[in-house]
């Protein structure tokens, strides 16, 4: 059968079960946006091409498939560049179809061409230039392997014009040949008994969760070893709900805004039993200075995290799942030979100690005070579904949906976590609703990220795509102004927004939403109440809330773990660690 290679490309996505990409068309493309008016695949057609990229970002962390987006040459590949980047830290399975000017122009400087190879070689697991349409359905099932497998992430084809309207003979490959490209998957059986051995023997041991137990479908074999060895878990930003926050053995997230009780934990373990995390800086702060007296298992799919930043002990390449599943076998081999583990009655004492002196706490609002934040997300989280979907935005609002939301099931929280990407919520929330049409979708954005991208909640009124929208409208960009505040001597550079400009009622309703707002304590719940009524189109809240609120807990800058500022009520209740 003869086809185009622009046919043979969406072809060879429906082949890879491609049920709906995100995109926006434009000349170098235009021959492949044909022949998706006859295909089964459903295109949701973006107001800018970062938003393409989150809407995949967005709908790959909820539904574990991969994301795809598809975009025209020059400025809409650059356009995508920060979704590729963001993808690619936090290892989200992505495959992104770009246009090219034709093959026989590259190199010429033609209208609307860019190197996005070379511009993406960075921030992809792979990419490749078609140069001939024959190769296209082998391109797309090696791309599509490379996404999923491994460590997840990032991938990229880029496809000239005069190679999409070419002619090639349709065929669909049985398998990949990759010859250089083997990710490791189970353990090491020398390093398992030695990891289960540590496990057994520890005194104060913690396991440390971090995004890949999500990745490699884990959360059910955390929550066996855990149980089995009656260890407390932390889950960091990018493994919340991986086990569940009302587990009693769940400590919560560590890290620069994490609790009390998780840094402390952590700091002062004699074992970090490390699953699918890469000892992220926002995690460990002064990086000589963490876990000082704690021996390091580090079980990670990427052979590169291991000794990147912390020497483990006992370091695994492996699948989070099959590792976890290979070291809960190992461990019940030692108990079952009468390996007796030491008395953890102290540590667990001491824990109870830390949750009971600091949990997370904020002051009420006195009388005539804007909304406190963290009152407006109890409220959010407690008027909605268990297994709602939450998306953020990045900054404070975010620290505190992490802080503040309970998360008890996994791929209900979706978040820029490594690259911090201002502007995400909006539309990572929509291809998340788009993954999960069954399931109730909250995105919590603050002011400055939500001017970013709120033109895509355009595409999700013409789309019927019913997400609802948070905004903690602070008047700043909250984050920078609590770092000019405690590092900067009040000096607030260039960070004020104003409340009222724009007006994001107006600006709702301009975009087919439905627009509200909430200025008193008593105004909450009536306009949540009323949000989660409509399931016909997106809504906005405008919640407008005080500035002169600081997320804490909070390990400063370049500071160890044991200097965590609490807030300032909290402060006189610590014996080792905290100011």
Known sequence: MRLTGAQALIKSL?????????????????????????????????????????????????????????????PAATNIVTPLCDAYLDSIPMVVVTGQVPYSAIGTDAFQECDTTGITMSVTKHNWLVTDAQDIPRIVKEAFHVATTGRPGPVLIDVPKDISNASMEWYWPDSVNLPGYKPTLRGHPRMIKEAARLIVESSRPVIYAGGGILKARAAEALRELAELTDIHVVTTLMARGAFPDDHPLCLGMPGMHGNYTAVTTLQQSDLLITLGARFDDRVTGKVDGFAPEAKVIHVDIDPAELGKVRRPDVPIVGDCRLVIEE????????????????????????????????????????????????????????????????????????????????????????????????????????????????????????????????????????ERIPIKVAILNNAYLGMVRQWQEMFYDERYSEVYLSPDLPDYVRWAEAMGCVGLRAESPEEVQPVIDKANEIDDRPVVIDFRTDAREKVYPMVPSGLSNDEIVVPPFQEGRHGHGGR
């Not at 926006?24 to 493309?29: D, E, N, Q, V, Y």
């Not at 091409?49 to 709908?59: K, L, T």
């Not at 790959?60 to 020059?74: D, I, Y």
């Open 14 to 74: 429906e082949m890879e079960g491609v049920e709906v990409m995100f995109g926006l068309p434009g000349g170098a493309i235009l021959p492949v946006y044909d022949p998706i008016i006859d295909s089964s695949i459903r295109h949701i057609l973006v107001r800018h091409e970062q938003g393409a990229g989150h809407m995949a970002e967005g709908y790959a962390h909820a539904t574990g498939r991969p994301g795809v987006a598809m975009v025209t040459s020059g």
């Open 327 to 462: 070291l809960v076998t190992a461990v019940r081999d030692l108990v079952a030979g009468g390996v007796v583990t030491p008395d953890r009655s102290a540590w667990k004492a001491t824990i109870s100690g830390w949750q009971e002196k600091f949990p997370y706490a904020y002051e009420p609002a006195a009388e005539g005070e804007q909304l406190k934040p963290q009152m407006v997300l109890e409220h959010l989280r407690d008027s909605t579904p268990d297994d709602t979907i939450v998306v953020s935005g990045v900054g404070q609002h975010q620290m505190w949906t992490s802080q503040y939301w309970r998360f008890n099931h996994p791929y209900t929280w979706v978040n820029s976590g490594g690259l911090g990407t201002m502007g995400f919520a909006v539309p990572a929330a929509i291809g998340a609703k788009v993954g999960r049409p069954d399931r109730m979708v909250w995105a919590v954005d603050g002011d400055g990220c939500f001017q970013m991208t709120a033109q895509e909640l355009t595409t999700a009124a013409s």
